[in-house]
């Protein structure tokens, strides 16, 4: 009897044991959670953070996700360390771009982020600045910031940045500097010759800080700025010392909602810009509306502008598709430039290449389709290989830009070479120089621009000094003929339509084009002789001519005048 109650019993003991391991099993264990969860788009970290602020007490969860310009320098006035001396400055100029996100542990959110510090090493590599990758926490009870490097990972330079890919003003800052300031390729390298590549390994980089609101002084009274302030420090790892002294940190949040302003402020611009453009483009088409005057206007130039119109549209549109926040104003402006190459200059561009072929109109429409073919595959194997030049040249990206920016030269030569009677007009002239100057001057030139683009005054004057020089000779040749410049000596030898003839042959004195009479004996400047021997009034073979370059009376070509 005691032998069968021992047994139940020890079942009923088993029984209990599995169901309480089931149970431990299957229950989620909260405190095991990993800190960090899924990122969040900035819309949905700032309604979160508003969220715990209703719900937690007497304490307001500030979300501090942003970017932060402040300065650093050495507590001791000079780095005392002799570990690494490539700090050789005192103090500069720091960016702190962070992203905070919300945890299931109360009052804690995970950042990542980085730290730029400028003006930093002197050395022989010319790295003027230190990349430090951060990753930590922020307990928002207490305002405390905790960051450590996140260091001794082999990253390539697209993983680097992944943390931030929700931070518009960190995009917009990458991708102007990575098309006007250096590649990839080139950041990655640099980032391998710099001395922090080093420090990383071997030291342990610790960012203790201070958080605290402070109110705007501008006229939004209502918002509010974050500001920080706190120490770094570099212990070594084992008992090789501190790497460098220990650095105070301060920093202020950036106010995005005036970056976004800027943005939406150069969009306009841009699309204003493309606006007049168009104008200017229809004021020259109308100018030289006929075969004669379209064969005076160079298709390199043409073709050249129209190029740089189609970089600037994929440039825009690229930069609202990465900053989705911007997209409508960037696609505005990528629009108006699509429209300006896409429709009016490539128009144009057909209509000067109809009027060097007058030969071709008459022949059958497989012919001019080959023509057709073969111009456009031209246009469109330039803008690639442009593209790939302009990414294995990168470094070389203002040489570049003024190259680009020549595009008044091959009008210049083309007036030289077919000694063309004003083939611009002079409202095009001054008004493409003036719109195709504001955005490299807002990019090189503005000091306060949204693309952070450090200002390169010397550029800016050489590319203002080689667009006027530029307008200032067309316009010459515009008002006082298109070889003015040129000496004489070097001209090559021009037909003169005024010169003598045989008055003892008979020929027919009637011109042709007003049918009246030619008094053979009045001056010769009042009467023209083409090459094939036909004659006809100054003013009526002029104004022909400004028509077509052809002889009225046998349709051959003629030489200008």
């Given at each position: 009897?005691?032998?069968?109650?021992?047994?139940?019993?020890?079942?009923?003991?088993?029984?209990?044991?599995?169901?309480?391991?089931?149970?431990?099993?299957?229950?989620?264990?909260?405190?095991?959670?990993?800190?960090?969860?899924?990122?969040?788009?900035?819309?949905?970290?700032?309604?979160?953070?508003?969220?715990?602020?209703?719900?937690?007490?007497?304490?307001?969860?500030?979300?501090?996700?942003?970017?932060?310009?402040?300065?650093?320098?050495?507590?001791?006035?000079?780095?005392?360390?002799?570990?690494?001396?490539?700090?050789?400055?005192?103090?500069?100029?720091?960016?702190?771009?962070?992203?905070?996100?919300?945890?299931?542990?109360?009052?804690?959110?995970?950042?990542?982020?980085?730290?730029?510090?400028?003006?930093?090493?002197?050395?022989?590599?010319?790295?003027?600045?230190?990349?430090?990758?951060?990753?930590?926490?922020?307990?928002?009870?207490?305002?405390?910031?905790?960051?450590?490097?996140?260091?001794?990972?082999?990253?390539?330079?697209?993983?680097?940045?992944?943390?931030?890919?929700?931070?518009?003003?960190?995009?917009?800052?990458?991708?102007?500097?990575?098309?006007?300031?250096?590649?990839?390729?080139?950041?990655?390298?640099?980032?391998?010759?710099?001395?922090?590549?080093?420090?990383?390994?071997?030291?342990?980089?610790?960012?203790?800080?201070?958080?605290?609101?402070?109110?705007?002084?501008?006229?939004?009274?209502?918002?509010?700025?974050?500001?920080?302030?706190?120490?770094?420090?570099?212990?070594?790892?084992?008992?090789?010392?501190?790497?460098?002294?220990?650095?105070?940190?301060n920093a202020t949040s950036v106010n995005v909602e005036v970056y976004y302003n800027k943005a939406v402020n150069y969009t306009?611009?841009?699309?204003?810009?493309?606006?007049?453009?168009?104008?200017?483009?229809?004021?020259?088409?109308?100018?030289?509306?006929?075969?004669?005057?379209?064969?005076?206007?160079?298709?390199?130039?043409?073709?050249?502008?129209?190029?740089?119109?189609?970089?600037?549209?994929?440039?825009?549109?690229?930069?609202?598709?990465?900053?989705?926040?911007?997209?409508?104003?960037?696609?505005?402006?990528?629009?108006f430039k699509f429209v300006v190459f896409s429709i009016f200059e490539m128009r144009y561009l057909l209509a000067i290449w109809?009027?060097?072929?007058?030969?071709?109109?008459?022949?059958?429409?497989?012919?001019?389709?080959?023509?057709?073919?073969?111009?456009?595959?031209?246009?469109?194997?330039?803008?690639?290989?442009?593209?790939?030049?302009?990414?294995?040249?990168?470094?070389?990206?203002?040489?570049?830009?003024?190259?680009?920016?020549?595009?008044?030269?091959?009008?210049?030569?083309?007036?030289?070479?077919?000694?063309?009677?004003?083939?611009?007009?002079?409202?095009?002239?001054?008004?493409?120089?003036?719109?195709?100057?504001?955005?490299?001057?807002?990019?090189?030139?503005?000091?306060?621009?949204?693309?952070?683009?450090?200002?390169?005054?010397?550029?800016?004057?050489?590319?203002?000094?080689?667009?006027?020089?530029?307008?200032?000779?067309?316009?010459?040749?515009?008002?006082?003929?298109?070889?003015?410049?040129?000496?004489?000596?070097?001209?090559?030898?021009?037909?003169?339509?005024?010169?003598?003839?045989?008055?003892?042959?008979?020929?027919?004195?009637?011109?042709?084009?007003?049918?009246?009479?030619?008094?053979?004996?009045?001056?010769?400047?009042?009467?023209?002789?083409?090459?094939?021997?036909?004659?006809?009034?100054?003013?009526?073979?002029?104004?022909?001519?400004?028509?077509?370059?052809?002889?009225?009376?046998?349709?051959?070509?003629?030489?200008?005048?």
């Open positions: 009897m005691k032998k069968r109650e021992i047994l139940g019993l020890g079942f009923e003991w088993q029984v209990i044991f599995w169901l309480s391991i089931w149970l431990a099993i299957s229950q989620q264990a909260l405190g095991l959670r990993p800190i960090r969860e899924k990122t969040r788009s900035w819309s949905d970290e700032w309604l979160f953070g508003r969220k715990q602020e209703a719900e937690v007490g007497p304490f307001s969860a500030w979300n501090i996700t942003g970017t932060y310009r402040g300065t650093w320098k050495f507590l001791n006035s000079v780095n005392s360390s002799s570990k690494f001396q490539d700090f050789q400055k005192e103090n500069g100029n720091s960016v702190v771009e962070l992203v905070a996100v919300p945890t299931k542990i109360t009052g804690v959110h995970y950042v990542q982020g980085v730290v730029v510090f400028h003006d930093v090493f002197d050395n022989e590599q010319n790295v003027g600045g230190a990349q430090i990758n951060l990753e930590g926490v922020y307990i928002w009870p207490f305002r405390q910031l905790r960051l450590v490097a996140n260091s001794g990972k082999e990253s390539d330079s697209g993983q680097e940045d992944n943390n931030l890919l929700s931070n518009p003003y960190h995009l917009l800052g990458i991708f102007s500097s990575q098309v006007f300031q250096e590649s990839p390729r080139d950041r990655l390298l640099k980032r391998k010759l710099s001395p922090v590549n080093e420090m990383e390994k071997h030291c342990n980089i610790e960012i203790a800080a201070q958080v605290s609101r402070v109110a705007s002084s501008e006229n939004n009274g209502d918002k509010n700025y974050y500001y920080m302030e706190g120490l770094m420090e570099s212990p070594g790892v084992g008992a090789d010392g501190d790497c460098f002294s220990p650095l105070f940190l306009l611009m841009v699309t204003f810009v493309s606006f007049l453009q168009v104008l200017l483009l229809i004021r020259q088409m109308e100018h030289g509306n006929t075969q004669s005057g379209a064969a005076k206007v160079s298709i390199v130039m043409i073709g050249q502008q129209a190029i740089m119109d189609a970089y600037l549209c994929l440039l825009h549109l690229t930069a609202g598709i990465l900053v989705e926040s911007l997209f409508n104003a960037f696609a505005t402006a990528a629009f109809k009027a060097t072929r007058p030969s071709n109109s008459g022949e059958g429409w497989e012919t001019m389709r080959r023509e057709l073919s073969f111009l456009y595959s031209r246009f469109y194997g330039l803008l690639l290989g442009g593209i790939l030049i302009m990414y294995q040249f990168h470094n070389y990206m203002q040489p570049i830009l003024l190259l680009m920016y020549s595009f008044w030269i091959p009008q210049i030569v083309a007036n030289v070479v077919r000694d063309s009677r004003k083939p611009l007009h002079p409202y095009y002239i001054l008004g493409m120089t003036a719109t195709r100057l504001a955005i490299p001057l807002y990019v090189f030139g503005c000091p306060h621009n949204f693309m952070r683009v450090e200002p390169n005054k010397v550029w800016c004057i050489c590319l203002c000094t080689s667009m006027g020089l530029q307008a200032v000779i067309l316009l010459l040749q515009h008002y006082f003929g298109s070889r003015c410049f040129v000496p004489r000596q070097m001209l090559p030898e021009k037909y003169n339509y005024h010169r003598r003839f045989n008055r003892d042959v008979s020929r027919n004195t009637d011109c042709v084009i007003c049918m009246t009479a030619i008094d053979l004996r009045q001056h010769t400047s009042d009467f023209m002789i083409t090459p094939c021997e036909h004659f006809f009034h100054s003013g009526c073979l002029q104004r022909w001519m400004d028509i077509k370059m052809e002889c009225p009376t046998c349709r051959r070509s003629l030489p200008p005048a």
